[in-house]
């Protein structure tokens, strides 16, 4: 094991591999490191744990083993220059804010194992242009994609949420289209907020609660079939 924040806020470690006789990792380990550009977990370990890599601002490439079940709140939070991110199948529970303002990240393959995406997972993060959700999914977490102005089109439909919350997806400015799982129930307060380029919603027919400003400032909207 290596202690809290041991290695945070260094300024000469540009590449790291955590080699397979550690059994755990502690929270804020390399948080503010902005030297680190590659790191290889192997081993184990079985958890990300809370802000282990939090603003590692020069972080461009992340390699996870296959043990790793959790991500932790803001593990990746303001890595500002990850672009890509592949979570191995074993990944279930991801943290609130994991990868809030990783505001280069354009891609990120979800696990087929996660059921919750968290509270602002990834709230601005501007390039992120393409998500997919697998039918594990039962909940989605307030502000969980806020301000991802690079969205266009957002399918939900393979999900098994039953409610939107508010903010999920508040200015999310690119996005032209979101497709709705027929198991959805509510949409929360300013859940499409500011989502000036969406142009149709079809609100599924058990959709019984819609929240305040839920399509407020969508300029575009032209149809919302009920």
Do not use: W
């Not at 803001?74 to 199948?89: G, H, I, Q, W, Y």
């Amino acid at each position: 094991e290596v202690g809290e924040k041991a290695l945070s806020e260094n300024t000469s470690l540009l590449k790291i591999t955590l080699p397979e006789s550690l059994t755990k990792l502690s929270s804020g380990l390399f948080s503010g490191d902005n030297h680190l550009i590659n790191i290889v977990i192997n081993g184990a370990y079985t958890e990300i744990p809370d802000e282990c890599f939090s603003g590692c601002s020069k972080l461009t490439s992340v390699t996870l083993n296959n043990a790793i079940t959790k991500i932790g709140m803001r593990a990746f939070n303001s890595c500002v220059n990850l672009t890509k991110l592949d979570l191995p199948e074993s990944i279930q529970e991801i943290g609130e804010e994991a990868f809030s303002a990783c505001v280069a990240l354009k891609s990120i393959n979800i696990g087929k194992n996660v059921t919750k995406i968290a509270d602002k997972t990834f709230a601005n993060c501007r390039a992120l242009n393409a998500i997919d959700l697998g039918e594990n999914v039962t909940e989605i977490g307030s502000s969980a994609f806020n301000g991802c102005s690079s969205l266009s089109t957002v399918d939900l439909t393979k999900t098994k949420i039953t409610e939107l919350k508010e903010t999920t997806f508040m200015s999310c400015s690119g996005m032209h289209e979101i497709l709705l799982p027929e198991t959805l129930l509510s949409i929360g307060k300013s859940a499409f907020n500011s989502c000036s380029e969406l142009r149709r919603v079809l609100i599924p027919s058990h959709v019984t609660t819609i929240g305040e400003s839920a399509f407020y400032s969508c300029k575009k909207l032209a149809y919302v079939y009920l």
